[in-house]
């Protein structure tokens, strides 16, 4: 059999092509090459000389991974899984631009046959009998040409008068209010209608599923617009609405369109499963419908793959009118991927990917059944396609014997602060699962899981599934501990009032939040706002130093106050007493730490003028003892020699703690250094902890927490602190610590403070011991220098 040599050639290039990009394994092999790649951000002038394939391949594949290589992690963002099927599509495009060049004839021949042969295949494949297909890359596109062909129908001067007879009778659009957020508004502006055109009917609130259409407060609507002089021109009804999956009551709505002479549309992602041996009646209801719009790309992992809505009309030339038909060969070769993909996968095939897809959400829906603290919301337990599940706080609240009373005022805040937290947890540490968060009006936010959406693009499997169930098993125990929990974080705070600041963050996912309040009086605003922000910058950055699975942050980036720490979740046997006394004890640490050093400079500089004051006393007091003649160099030798005199003058210690200056008389008659308290010896509350047990756990509890972070033991802990302070004692620092800036002060403790007065005093004993060289004084006072 002969094969066209360019046919060969275009497949062969995509392979290439692909490998490319898929793994980026390939070296470039000029150096300058990378070093250009590396600034592909910046927009720079077209190359004088042309460059080849792999060349230009190669800076296409680094402009998709540029950001990934700039992050020292991993990028977690969903990669499409492009399996043999995914590349037949791709294919097609690059088929599509060789076959547009063929000449007129041949073109309109195989555009027609491909034509043909996918909408046969798609109107059996999913029941749809003596249908029309209309390819589109916006998956709205088809119901606008829709559209478009029922006002070329029902309004017969339309063509030649325009949209002046649309003002005799306004049509009306019906859509449920479960439709695509933006569908109705997007559909008036394609069509030039005014927002008075589009009626939203609300869904069931007494009866029924609180996701479908109100099948009775559609009639009255319809009955009011038709008693108005309005035209009712469209149905727009969902077969598994966006949010939640569930589908309307299309038999009756298409009994009531049929009345009122309405154009019937179906939409959404259960219409998949019209492809399946055995449907439901309510999908199978959406094969009478008078159109409706597929999306096989998502549904069999099908890449830059059109959507498809299926219509039935007898009027070509309406249909041609409307954009639904083309007389143009080129845009017939829309379906040539979906044309290829198709023969690819088979009809066995087809059916096989839907079939996963589904059996996965039964088998998620039975696992969570066992889960005592989720909540499921499906519209069929036996044939579901998506899954929508939730953390359920008042049976989890149950179970644990946690209380929640005087939370319920913003529960529902907090529910859904804590599902979209779990829903972004489940998505990161399974990402193959596909699952995503949703907001509904009436239960909340919830995570879904629709694989029909997700499963052929990601390769979901069953073991991706168990995989979600069990990180599903570890949050939730977390999630129930944390909410019992911050009642008892609110009271503790409560009781610290006067150094801490509690605040009722509802859309935080965690423990709450906190602030310390300084306690200085005498500042003002502005001072004492940047005093503030100071103290509680250094106290999150200690508390996150501690050795705790407790995750401290600074929380939301908009929307808070500034200074807030904010505390993530926690397990069953944090003791919230303990973490609010750290936070406030580390708090005032902090603050006093920063004011002594603050006052250090102003206490060193007085000290110093003290200590110059009475140097020049005791040497005016020694001139005066010792006479004039032992001052000369010479003179004093010889008569120190013969009558060698006791020097009177005394030493000074400089109390760099206290700011005082003292005798060193003390000192020489004990032979030590005047006793002081030490500060090493104040007891903590880490020196009662057991070996192994980790900051802020309560004795004898012992649960296995949600971090991979390792846990030290006490003893270590306290060698290590011994150890510190040892070699601290042993090698002092050469001189006094001076604050420097804000950050400096709030890094030095009380005990440096000490030990750097310790060391002064030692320098000013040195140099004061003998006195007996006229320099002395001189070198003495360089010293306070």
Known sequence: MMVDSTLVQVGKNLSEAMKILEDGQRELEPGTERRRFS??????????????????????????????????????????????????????????????????ERLRK?????????TLWLCRLFRYENGSAYFHEDNRDGLVKVCRLIINARYEEYASEGYSVLSFKQ????????????????????????????????????????????????????????????????????????????????????????????????????????????????????????????????????????????????????SLAAGLTSSQPVEKLRALPLWLSLQYLGHNGIVQKIKHAAALSQQLLQKLKSLASIKTSVEDELNSPVVLFKFSQEMSAASSGGSVEGYCAGEKEVLDAFNRWLGEQLAQLVPTSGVDVVELEDEGTCVRFSPLLTAA???TQHKDVEDLVEKLMELVPVMSSTMCLRQDFREETHRHAATLRYMEELSWPGLGAVRYEPQAEEMDESRRKQELEKINTELLKKLQELDTDIVFSTGPEFGTEEGFIFIGMVTEDVDVSELVDTIAALGRDIEESGRLLENMTEVVRKGILEAELQLQKANEEKLMEEGMLRQLPLVGSVLNWFSPVQSSIKGRTFNLAAGSLDSTEVTYSTKAQAGRPSLQDTPTSSSKRLPGQRLFQRPGASSDSFSETSSIGQADETTREESV???????????????????????????????????????VETEEASEERPSEDQEVEQSFR
């Open 171 to 318: 049509p009306i659009i019906y859509q449920s209010a479960s439709c695509r957020p933006g569908l109705g508004q997007h559909l008036c502006s394609q069509l030039g209608l005014p927002l008075s055109s589009l009626c939203t009917v609300p869904c069931n609130t007494i009866f029924g599923s609180q996701h479908q259409m109100d099948v009775a407060l559609l009639d009255k609507l319809i009955k009011e617009d038709v008693e108005a002089g309005k035209l009712p021109l469209l149905l727009i009804a969902n077969a598994g609405t966006p949010g939640a999956g569930h589908t309307d009551k299309l038999g009756r709505l298409k009994d009531l369109c049929d009345q009122y002479k309405m154009w019937l549309h179906v939409e959404g992602v259960n219409l998949a499963t019209l492809a399946l041996g055995q449907v439901t009646s309510a999908v199978m209801a959406a094969t009478r419908s008078d159109s409706m719009t597929l999306t096989p790309g998502q549904w069999l992992g099908l890449p830059a793959v059109t959507a498809v809505t299926l219509y039935r009309h007898e009027d070509p030339a309406l």
């Open 110 to 118: 195989l555009t027609t046959r491909i034509l043909s042969d996918t």
């Open 457 to 459: 693009v990601l390769g």
């Open 725 to 763: 302070t040892v070699s601290s004692s042993i090698h002092p620092p050469p001189t006094p610590p001076a604050p420097e800036d804000s950050h400096t002060g709030s890094d030095v403790s009380p005990q440096e403070v000490q030990e750097s007065s310790e060391q002064v005093q030692a320098q």
């Open 39 to 104: 600034r592909t951000s910046i927009p720079g002038p077209l190359q004088g000389d042309g460059q080849d394939v792999a060349t230009i391949l190669h800076l296409v594949h680094n402009l998709i991974h540029e950001e990934e290589e700039t992050e020292d992690k991993p990028s977690q963002h969903r990669m499409q899984n492009v399996g043999e099927q995914g590349h037949m599509a791709l294919l097609g495009h690059s088929l599509a631009a060789y076959i547009s060049v063929l000449d007129r």
